[in-house]
């Protein structure tokens, strides 16, 4: 259930040309790299395959997906992530973006099963406050779904993949945390009596860029994508820098406009390779514990400020303390038992003298925990080394850590790895 825009544009064919050449992204790619300015083009990231060019034009919302087709060209995209502001910023852009290009778009075309338009309405009328009640209209049937079926801890207009959190909460999008009473009352009221949950949910409410749409943007990130560490690459550090000059920005237009200056100040220092103290605040997901997916469908909880990296297969998760690693296996002829599995895992005369630990939740587990002394790197650690076995499926985790004041936190989190 979403908002957006889905339309068709035929290409015009090259004067004196005899035969269609196909469309190529790049021109389209060009063009919004240098329709975009300021900020935006820091927002600014493209991938292709062969016949979709897909386009982020902002950090909260999907790409833009631009589909070729002999000589046609599908745009769809989804706008109610970010708001009725975004929603307006896209139309005017690929309406330029036609016009300039010389694809004729068809926004309002019904073709066999197809239907091509603006779900919103925007491009026809032009009356943003209009679209700002389509947009509420989405808002207010997201709330009355999810109350009336039952649900909590929902996911609202978050990326695909993303580490769940694990706080006790109703609901969850990339501006905050929203109580169960806060979608009751919002889906009990009508659309144009709800223009204060609009401001409060939405990235960009406003039409136009003003120092709201740059802090609810900041605040996305700082929620959703913030490493809260020191970055490791150069796409965490764009992550902070964004976050800095989002909030930069907002302070520009409006000196007085309330920030979150404890998290602004850590994510400087971050940037500036500064180990500081991660301030407890509202704001920042990943200052949690939150579950991560693993290969096999598996999931492990890790506090959200890890490292994480694949070392060949394994994919490890590591900050100044702890180091896990995590490999899945499928078991291609189970004729034991998932207990029974598990017990024969660890050869016992191999590993004397380790402790053994069992699985302390329903999934049948073993694991062993060990002193290691490693003389090539000159390091001293205790190792937990489990395997938890479901369904053909075992997941074999590597948890090292320096001293036996964590070995709790070791057992706990091997024992938070489920399917």
Not at 405 to 415: C, H
Request: with cysteine; charged share 25%; glycine share 6%.
């Amino acid at each position: 259930m979403g908002l957006g825009i889905y339309i068709k544009g035929e290409v015009s064919k090259p004067l004196f040309s005899l035969k269609k050449q196909p469309f190529e992204f790049s021109v389209i790619q060009k063009y919004i790299t240098s329709y975009s300015f300021g900020l935006f083009k820091d927002f600014l990231s493209f991938s292709e395959d062969e016949n979709t060019l897909y386009a982020t034009l902002h950090p909260c919302e999907e790409p833009v997906y631009f589909t070729r087709s002999e000589n046609a060209i599908i745009c769809s995209a989804k706008t109610n992530s970010v708001g009725p502001g975004y929603h307006a910023y896209l139309v005017e852009l690929i309406e330029k973006l036609g016009e300039d290009l010389k694809i004729q778009w068809q926004w309002d075309l019904e073709e066999g099963e197809e239907f091509y338009q603006d779900e919103t309405g925007y491009y026809q009328h032009r009356n943003y406050e209009q679209l700002q009640l389509e947009m509420l209209g989405w808002l207010r049937a997201l709330c009355r779904t999810y109350d009336e079926d039952g649900s909590k801890q929902i996911m609202v207009s978050l990326p695909a993949g993303i580490p769940r959190l694990r706080l006790d909460y109703f609901a969850l999008s990339p501006v905050g945390i929203w109580s169960k009473e806060w979608f009751n009352k919002v889906g009990s009221l009508e659309p144009e009596d709800i223009r204060w949950a609009g401001e409060e949910f939405f990235v960009w409410w406003n039409k136009g860029m003003d120092a709201k749409f740059y802090k609810q943007t900041g605040i996305a990130l700082l929620n959703v994508e913030c490493p809260w560490h020191i970055a490791i690459d150069d796409k965490e550090k764009k992550i902070m820098s964004m976050i800095d000059k989002c909030f930069e920005q907002a302070r520009k237009i409006d000196p007085f406009i309330e920030l979150p200056e404890e998290d602004w100040a850590t994510v400087k220092s971050l940037l500036a390779e500064t180990d500081t103290d991660i301030p407890k605040t509202e704001y920042g997901y990943r200052k949690h514990l939150m579950t991560f997916d693993l290969a096999g469908n598996w999931l492990i909880d890790l506090p959200g400020r890890m490292y994480e990296a694949t070392d060949e297969s394994t994919l490890v998760h590591y900050d100044h303390i702890h180091t896990v690693r995590s490999l899945a296996y499928t078991i291609s002829d189970m004729e034991k038992t998932d207990a029974e599995f598990a017990e024969t895992f660890f050869d016992n005369t191999e590993n004397a003298g380790a402790e053994t630990i069992y699985s302390g939740t329903d999934i049948a587990g073993k694991a062993i925990i060990y002193y290691t002394i490693d003389k090539e790197l000159e390091s001293e650690y205790w190792t937990l080394q489990g395997v938890k076995v479901k369904d053909n499926r075992f997941l074999l985790s590597t948890i090292c850590y320096p001293t036996e004041e964590y070995k709790g936190w070791a057992i706990q989190t091997w024992n938070s790895v489920r399917r």
